[in-house]
């Protein structure tokens, strides 16, 4: 048994896996944003600054969702150990109001980290920034009822971004920006598999399946960048 | 056209200016190579001194600016900065 609201979208052969593959993108994100944090420290660039937050706002959504999903399955199946009729409806409708809370926070961090992302190329006024806001929690509040909105939401400002980095790459053709390009890509089309969830909770698999690959591309091009970057001078140890 | 250098580019420019004559540098070729006046040279060294990115030493009548450890790794931190700019269109 499962709160009422639909919090849970994996299929229960996939427990855990979930969160082992969430902890990777956790990870790749903290690592970006914790290096534009240093290059902020240096260069004072408020792009830098931006850039750092979307990743860190991006990377607390998965820890929200992250947490939610630890503590359902581990609920899930405690209660079931324990075999209580009672029990398991204290533990239930205590995991009911942590996942409705959670999966709030875990939506709102996603569309304001990808916002932010999406506001350091198109440069917002402030009554562009209030009406987003808005927007985006108003998608929130309807993706309670229908959950799609928020994962089409996802995709239309990934799809925005990963056309802003494809557009560099068109510019410059360096490798690394090419392969930013493709790895949000990648990103976005995990969302259309996430949200027809409803049909087959395999999607959510294969959502999670794709996600990972965009992830992993953005580890490989941020390793790339950071490699490029490292190139030893001659002058070196003279 | 160049727009004006920042203070990071400057830096760069000078802490640069120091590898491509293999570490070390008479401070008025460092001005010439930094494209710096001698006032403004002498406050950006002081900074760096002060920072440990290079230190000055004297050999026999001359002095010289020789880049240090740590004004490598900041060379390199910010060559890594340039990159990941370029890739993110920053």
Known sequence: ?238 | MEGKRTRVGIIEDMLSSIISKGGRIKPTHLMYKSNMAHGQMKAYLDDLVQKELVKEVKEGNYGYVIITDKGHEFVQKLKQMREFEKAFGL
């Open chain 1, 1 to 238: 048994m499962i709160p009422m609201v639909q919090v849970v979208f994996s299929p229960k052969w996939f427990w855990g896996k979930d969160i082992f593959i969430d902890s990777i993108a956790l990870v790749v994100l903290l690592s970006i944003a914790i290096f534009a944090t240093n290059f902020y420290r240096v260069k004072k660039s408020k792009n830098y600054l931006y850039l750092a937050l979307s990743f860190y706002l991006i990377a607390l959504s998965f820890f929200s969702k992250m947490l939610i999903n630890f503590t359902i399955y581990y609920q899930v199946l405690h209660t079931r150990m324990i075999g209580s009729i009672e029990y398991s409806q204290v533990i239930l409708k205590s995991s009911e109001i942590l996942a409705v809370s959670g999966l709030f926070l875990y939506r709102l961090f996603t569309l304001l980290g990808f916002f932010m992302l999406y506001s350091i190329y198109e440069k917002q006024s402030k009554a562009n920034i209030i009406l987003v806001i808005y927007f985006t929690i108003i998608s929130i509040f309807f993706s309670k009822e229908e959950y799609y909105i928020f994962y089409l939401t996802c995709l239309i400002f990934l799809g925005v971004i990963s056309n802003r980095y494809y557009q560099n790459y068109r510019k410059n053709r360096k490798k690394t920006s090419g392969m930013l390009a493709a790895s949000f890509s990648v990103i976005a089309l995990s969302q259309i598999f996430f949200m027809f969830v409803k049909f087959t909770k395999h999607f959510y698999v294969v959502g999670e399946g794709i996600q990972l690959i965009g992830y992993i591309l953005l580890l490989v091009t941020f390793i790339t960048v950071l490699k490029h970057g490292r190139e030893k001078d001659k002058s070196r140890h003279h």
